[in-house]
């Protein structure tokens, strides 16, 4: 077999084949961080000079959560880069480095950072107000634009010194990363734009920056965890049958070589989890022992057919016991979404990914009712009716259709059982058929009985 595909292979030039390798490359690549439902989604940084000192300048930075859906949950945001100088930081308003770094040389008024490749985080709500600015001391928390987009950005002030004080002798700083709070971003160069430009609090004066630059940093579910996150569970009220979840979906129960991976409700053990929660930074899932083991799971219930409506439960159960949700959201692609007429206790928007055509929404809970997923167990779930008016040219229950197509979870994409296994309709072409070979062998069995 090998033998012959570099035979074939051999029929083609050089060039040909390199060529094809390079284009098979870019199209793994190019796909990996592309969201399908949110093409334009990113976060961008902007990096304005507002003023120069003696030996810097003084900027502020702004983190733009450009994406539909995803946001920073905590512990938050963490960002980083490395001075293209020798650069330090003097002195920071609304975040703060996480290491001070080696800053022997200096005499005096020592620099709040003089690391080479220094790491900021946001500060924590009820910081003093002489320490604030706008959009700072949420924790590095962010909400996703489409959801709120009021909270949907954040700043901090930073006057760096040992650079240059013009925007012909300063350098733009390189390699910058972003992680929120784990990996999963990958972010560009820095690019010099036109200066952002202020309007004074009377409205009647334009101020600018010095000088600007953006880096744009896009997300990779690839990147970000090597298992899913969330999964997807089925039925409805014309079967009997519930589609579970896949096996094995997030991971698989292997206590030989994983042990603690997952924690039964019945164990005592989870007394000990629950109580040190709030003492451990450790993010890693510590979910439910199930047959999935993902942290979250979706189930989709095809409740009620009216006759010119039809109803569907949906219900979000957190499995993960180090984790609550706050301002989740759900991401939902179906083809009837365009004739959405009463949901119940979650919002609603429609994303339009496509254009005119509406068959996705963005669903999350009601502030102070559902908006927070809570851990796992008896409080661990949220769930809300949809009422769809039928359109007699396209509604049909037959072939799964009214099941969704794509579901999100917090913007990670969530696994879908095989379409093979959707709950099928008594009636259709799908039901379960006897086969030839059983039919034969009861009519033997039954010949044989009579004589």
């Known amino acids: 077999m090998e033998l012959c595909f570099f035979r074939s292979l051999s029929r083609f030039s050089f060039p040909l084949v390199s060529l094809l390798f ?69 002195s920071m308003m609304g975040g703060q480095t996480t290491e001070q770094g080696d800053c022997s040389r200096f005499k005096g008024n020592i620099p709040h950072c003089c690391k080479k490749d220094p790491t900021v985080v946001d500060l924590l709500p009820g910081t003093p ?29 930073v006057s760096v010194g040992g650079a240059g004080t013009t925007n012909k002798t300063v350098k733009l700083p390189r390699n910058f990363t972003l992680r929120a709070p784990g990996p999963g971003y990958t972010c560009g160069p820095a690019k010099i734009v036109k200066p952002t430009k202020y309007l004074t609090g009377d409205g009647r004066r334009v101020t600018q920056a010095m000088m600007t630059w953006n880096i744009t940093c896009t997300y990779s579910q690839f990147l970000a965890q090597k298992t899913p996150s969330c999964c997807v569970s089925l039925s409805s009220f014309y079967n009997d049958t519930i589609v579970p979840c896949p096996t094995c979906t997030c991971g ?55 006759k010119d409506y039809w109803r569907v439960k949906v219900t979000i159960t957190n499995f993960n016991y180090r984790m609550n949700y ?20 979650f919002n609603y928007k429609p994303l339009n990914p496509y254009q005119n055509i509406n068959d996705t929404a963005m669903l999350w809970g009601v502030k102070f009712y559902n908006d927070f997923l809570n851990q796992a167990g008896p409080l661990g779930n949220v769930q809300s009716e949809l009422l769809f008016r039928k359109d007699k040219s396209t509604f049909t229950f037959d072939k799964g259709w009214g099941f969704p197509r794509r579901i999100y979870f917090n913007g990670d994409n969530c696994v879908m059982p095989p379409p093979e296994a959707y709950p099928y309709l008594p009636n259709s072409s799908l039901r379960k058929t006897v086969s030839f070979l059983v039919l034969l062998i009861g009519l033997l069995t039954t010949f044989a009985c009579a004589f």
């Open 252 to 306: 698989c129960q292997n206590n030989l070589t994983n042990p603690g991976s997952c924690v039964n409700p019945d164990s005592p053990y989870l007394a000990s989890v629950v109580s040190e929660r709030g003492k451990s930074n450790n993010m890693a899932p510590l979910v439910q022992c199930t047959s999935h083991m993902c942290p979250v799971r979706v189930h989709w219930h095809v409740k009620l057919n009216y």
């Open 22 to 90: 390079l284009l098979s490359s870019f199209t793994f690549t190019s796909t990996e961080a592309y969201d399908a439902l949110d093409p334009n989604g990113n976060i961008t940084i902007k990096w304005d000079v507002t003023s120069w000192t003696a030996d810097g300048y003084v900027a502020l930075v702004t983190m733009f959560n450009f994406q539909q859906y995803r946001h920073i949950q905590a512990p938050g945001w963490t960002l980083g880069w490395t001075w293209a100088k020798k650069e330090v930081i003097w």
């Open 129 to 157: 107000y002489n320490q604030q600015i706008g959009n700072c001391c949420k924790g590095g928390v962010i909400n996703s634009w489409a959801q709120d987009p009021s909270n949907s950005a954040s700043a901090f002030q």
């Open 326 to 345: 706050s301002q989740w959201n759900l991401v939902v692609q179906h083809p009837n979404f365009d004739n959405l007429t009463q949901l119940f206790s």
